[in-house]
């Protein structure tokens, strides 16, 4: 079985690439949406509070968003904290120093960044990879990081379509499939942690668009 990595993705994953940066330029016609509509990054919109209370308790400074889409989710927005403090940007209510996007798809984010940073960010990412990539691609993504992790993933079929018409999930697991590869990635790493969100159909909700959460975190074992 070939093994890939960065420096050799699997076929698929280069497809897949291609696929996402044409929507980012031309949207999804059949979903009416316009280029800029297309991948925004605002799905971090609903872990902006868990993420801020993870960085407020590990002294945080710098992120990495792993899979940012546009970064759309970055510019200016009001804010409101639990006190009721308001806020005109995410990286304000975080209180950190930077926030850098990267995402292979879209060109102005598609450099591979360069160093570490205190923690990395990636929702609705990895189910939007092929599954024989997701190995290398958590191993990098924990490579960036130096305090934590946080991860949403989606184990459902998407509502969005690709160009080629194939669902914009391409990975659907259980959750003990995706916690087997993070324990891993974290185990080889002293001192990261990582935070992960799942999300599934409801048992009595099935074929509906009901979702369940199930939160996970899980520490390196210290050597």
């Not at 699997?10 to 297309?38: C, F, I, K, W």
């Not at 799905?43 to 993420?51: E, F, G």
């Not at 990081?145 to 080629?164: G, Q, S």
């Not at 590869?181 to 799942?198: E, I, S, W």
Request: proline share 7%; net charge negative; with cysteine.
């Amino acid at each position: 079985m070939t093994e890939y990595s960065r420096q050799n993705p699997s076929p698929r994953y280069q497809e897949l690439v291609a696929l996402y940066r044409q929507m980012h330029v031309e949207g999804v016609p059949d979903g009416n949406l316009s280029a800029e509509e297309t991948f925004p990054g605002k799905s971090l919109n609903n872990h902006v509070a868990r993420i801020g209370q993870i960085i407020t308790v590990l002294g945080s400074e710098t992120i990495l968003d792993y899979g940012s889409g546009k970064g759309l989710q970055y510019g200016p927005a009001t804010i409101r904290g639990s006190d009721g403090t308001s806020f005109d940007s995410i990286k304000a209510f975080w209180r950190v120093n930077s926030i850098t996007c990267y995402d292979p798809a879209y060109q102005p984010f598609s450099a591979l960044p360069d160093g570490t940073f205190d923690g990395v960010v990636s929702t609705d990412v990895l189910e939007h990879c092929p599954k024989e990539d997701v190995p290398w691609i958590i191993e990098e993504i924990f490579s960036f990081a130096r305090e934590f992790v946080y991860l949403n993933i989606a184990c459902f079929p998407a509502k969005k379509t690709l160009p080629n018409g194939e669902n914009a999930h391409c990975t659907i697991e259980p959750v003990d499939w995706w916690k087997g590869l993070l324990d891993d990635a974290v185990a080889r790493r002293p001192g990261l942690r990582y935070y992960a969100d799942f999300f599934h159909r409801r048992p009595d909700g099935e074929g509906s668009d009901t979702l369940a959460n199930s939160f996970l975190s899980g520490k390196s074992r210290v050597r």
